[in-house]
């Protein structure tokens, strides 16, 4: 009994160390830690390695890209994506600027990095026969650019790459896991939708029986991104991936046209309709923000519109986001700043405030316009002792119009900001110059459109101490006036903000010479005061000479970068604390603050509809 005891416990122990054996087997085989154990010696090997990467063509067709190469390709460089599972495929031909010799430059240090290059330049001729401008696409073109991508996608094919990817060249890919992110939705051809400054974009939701845009209700939701995911739609261009291992992608054409194509000969629409009858539905995905793009000039539009757009949309990408980085291969533009004809430019911003700081540094770099940074003041930073010295006093009867509160901290500061200019610009006898807060963004066309509004107040003798070129409109109910004789402009009514305006010498001697310390109320508010257009006449009558000549560009140069409640909105006047008593938060009800929200809409009957237009106007206008 004793003996067979002994042997039941020797079976026990064995089994249950066989049991724990086989258990850390099965943990490390789940776990895929080191090598797999067999249970002989023999049996025992190493973990599967992951998959390459598939093999993609990206093909860039360029052409008088010298302003977009050194973002564009920054942007292609930092896709993350191996560098060596790509191919590029290149083309530049009918230039008149720096664009083959920079994309030259370019491939010679980027080409031991990816995969393969094909490089396609062309230097001759520098325009084509039908063509009256670089802007233009007579059939001549559309013909060449059709034959410059079928040969990308031939020469795909041939290379057994994997996907084709189409990106103009002055499309910025700002995810840079767009490759990795439209290769996972698994479409024959799919785009991410690109960001602009409109309602454009790179797909449509609608097309007539003639193959042209049709306006649907879909658009818009999908633009604006209310619907996401990944959408069926009868068109993308611009930027887009084919997915080369589908079968019915050897049905895909960009030229010849397909033998019953009878709509317009045009490279998007004739690619749209060998989809279609190769049975190859498009996408647009919107999941997520990928990029950005210049909404398209008019054939009339010049090269330099064609850059100065191209910089706005590089300026909106850095309102919100990371800033652009070049091509670490290509040197740094010259950049020629100027005052663009002021006596000065004033920068405001708080120290402490260094990202709008870098951020407007930026900004103005890439315009070339020199500016003097000013050292706001910080209200929250001064006690009542300082504020005292200064002799500051309060309107009486002042009550912030939509909260019934005083003065805030963070407005008394402001104020002072700009007094403090005001002060120098009549110190250093500045005849024109130009104000700027630091939290503004500005509009397509920004520097020329400002230097010939100043050009034609000074050459038409206009009589003016200060002009908007940013600012909130308070009076919607009728329209402004009209200046004669001078493109996009009209005599300002009660207004709100103080992101920029010009002021003349004689300007800020009539606000200096108001004495406004002695009776301050917010910085958007005297002014109105100062032009005598105040709704509230108790404020005005405190203030005897209201003779400022006020007058705002229209349409407008510059706009907010956030307004109340959006990310990233924040309010260094209004979220403080009352100016004379620390203890007592500003901190109010964002949803009521109507200060700050954006523009009201103005009804029909009041929009300066009279007001003489600029063709950059016009310009701007086209692209929306």
Known sequence: ??????????????????????????????????????????????????????RVVIALICRNSEHSLPYFLGAIERLNYPKDRIALWVATDHNTDNTTYMLRDWLINVQ?????????????????????????????????????????????????????????????????????????????????????????????????SQGYYKRTPAYIPMRKQVRKGCFAVPMVHSTFLIDLRKEASRLLAFHPPHPDYSWAFDDIIVFAFSARMAEVQMFICNRETYGYFPVPLRSHNTLEDEADSFIHSVLEVNVRNPPLARSRYLPAPIKKPNKMGFDEVFLINLQRRTDRRERMLRALREQEIDCKIVAAVD??????????????????????????????????????????????????????????????????????????????????????????????RMQVDRPEKAVPNIHNLVEADYSYWTLGYMISLQGAKKLMNAEPLSKMLPVDEFLPVMFNKHPVSDYMEQFENRNLKAFSAEPLLVYPTHYTGEPGYISDTETSTVWDNESVRTDWDRKRSRKTHEQAEISSEAQNSDVLQSPLDSTARDEL
């Open 112 to 208: 031991k990095l990816y995969h393969y290059v094909e490089w396609r330049p062309k230097e001759e001729p520098r325009a084509y026969p039908d063509e009256e401008g670089p802007k233009q696409w007579p059939n001549s073109r559309y013909a060449h650019v059709m034959r410059l991508r079928q040969a990308a996608l031939e020469s795909a094919r041939d290379m057994w790459a994997d996907y084709l990817m189409i990106v103009d060249c002055d499309n910025l890919l700002t995810n840079r896991d767009v490759l990795w992110k439209m290769i996972k939705e698994n479409k024959t051809i799919i785009a991410p939708m690109l960001e602009s400054r409109a309602a454009y974009s790179n797909f449509w939701c609608g097309m007539s």
């Open 1 to 54: 009994m004793a003996v067979a005891n002994a042997t039941f416990h020797h079976v026990s122990l064995s089994s249950a160390v066989f049991r724990l054996v086989w258990f850390v087997w099965m943990l490390l085989s789940v776990l895929n830690i080191g090598a797999v154990l067999g249970y002989f010696h023999e049996e025992r090997w190493s973990p599967e390695s992951p998959l390459l990467a598939p």
């Open 379 to 472: 209200g929250k930073a001064m006690n009542v002792s300082e504020v005292n010295a200064l002799g500051i006093h309060m309107l009486p009867g002042y009550s912030d119009p939509y909260h019934g509160r005083p003065l805030t901290k963070g407005e008394l500061g402001c104020f002072l900001s700009h007094y403090n200019i005001w002060k120098e610009i009549v110190e250093r006898g500045l005849k024109a110059s130009l104000v700027m807060e630091d939290d503004l963004r500005f509009e397509v066309f920004f520097k020329r459109r400002l230097k010939n509004l100043l050009s034609e107040v000074q050459s038409e003798g206009l009589d003016w101490d200060l002009i908007y070129i940013g600012r909130k």
